[in-house]
């Protein structure tokens, strides 16, 4: 089996959750050579560096999780021959690997701790927050719009310009829909994603050579074209929401989360302090002073106020 089937195949049993701790497969090889192989459990392992909320959507693109492969399998591979080498004996890289390790362990230590808050009940506290400060909620003013851009990609300015006015008359007395418009003509290198249309934003959202115009725009108006130094704009204002503090419905899980993540928070800095306050722990000031350089401080801003009277004289 080739390396994309191989990957292809991982990826359509690796879509759920990757909370859900799917059972690895020891000897389901993605590459290898001779010795050298990279596993599925290899890249799941991995996975654990990528923020959990987004491990998921991460295992949904070939590109990435083939990307992973590829440079666990470069690091295996000059890990072996460093090995072949006895570079893996040397005391320092020896203590660099164990604190390789550690790290690894105390990440995991420590997502043990925030997950242990995840069962905890917020919807009250969260309600007591809501009903203690609404206006803390309140959702800004959001402008939805949609937008044409004609550049000056292959174009002097004079032809861009005319090009909008067109555009802006087929629109205005021509009856064509504005998206069906944008959709084939304009240059937004968004338009692939939003067809022209922008998710509803708060005024400082958008580019700020567009606001004035846009909030100058009545619901349904269309401008006419609006010069800037990447060519002329278009837009339509499809709606305009005005400030409004929103049910606590709506924000219930928005102040949940937020609550938990502060919770989380602060558990993790309490447990770094029950092991920083221990009352066994010794610190030796005088070996950590035996590893200081000692430096003297006004030699070395003198020499960097003579390099940079240097670096400003002109040269000859």
């Known amino acids: 089996m080739s390396i994309r089937h191989s990957l292809a195949a991982f990826l359509l049993l690796a879509i759920p959750a990757y909370a859900d701790a ?8 993605i590459i290898q050579d001779k010795a050298v192989k990279v596993d599925e459990g290899d890249v799941l392992g991995f996975l654990f560096r990528v923020p959990e909320d987004k491990r998921a959507t991460f295992r949904t ?13 470069i690091a295996r591979a000059l890990a072996d021959r460093a090995k072949a080498e006895g ?8 203590r660099r690997v164990r604190q390789a390790e550690e790290a690894v362990l105390a990440d995991v230590y420590m997502e043990k701790v925030r997950d242990k808050l995840k069962d905890v009940k917020l919807e009250a506290r969260a309600k007591e927050l809501y ?11 959001t402008f939805e719009i949609q937008h044409i851009l004609v550049d000056l990609r292959g174009r002097t300015r004079e032809q861009a310009r005319e090009r909008a006015q067109d555009l802006y008359k087929r629109i205005t007395t021509g009856g064509e829909a504005f998206p069906l418009v944008a959709g084939r003509y304009s240059d937004d290198p968004m338009k692939t994603r939003n067809g022209g ?20 725009l009545e619901k349904g108006q269309v401008s006419e074209p609006v010069e800037t130094d990447d060519g002329f704009h278009i837009f339509r204002l499809v709606e305009r929401k005005p400030p409004e503090v929103p049910k606590f419905e709506a924000v219930k899980e928005k102040i949940m989360a937020t609550e938990l993540e502060r919770l989380q928070k602060q558990r993790t800095e309490e447990v770094v302090q029950e092991i920083r306050s221990s009352p066994t722990v010794i610190t030796n000031r005088d070996n950590v002073e035996a590893l200081v350089i000692p430096v003297d401080e006004q030699k070395l801003l003198k020499l960097q106020e003579e390099a940079a009277k240097r670096l400003e004289q002109p040269k000859k």
Do not use: H, N
Not at 64 to 73: E, I, P, Q, T, Y
Not at 131 to 141: G, L, N, T, V
């Open 22 to 29: 799917p059972k690895i497969v020891e000897d389901a090889p």
């Open 61 to 73: 693109s070939y590109d990435r999780v083939a990307s992973v492969a590829d440079g666990l399998f």
């Open 87 to 94: 570079l893996d004996k040397d005391a320092l890289v020896q």
């Open 131 to 141: 009903q203690a400060d609404p206006e803390a909620y309140r959702a800004p003013e």
């Open 197 to 216: 249309t922008y998710d509803p934003a708060p005024i400082e959202a958008f580019d700020p050579r567009w606001r004035a115009v846009i909030e100058k």
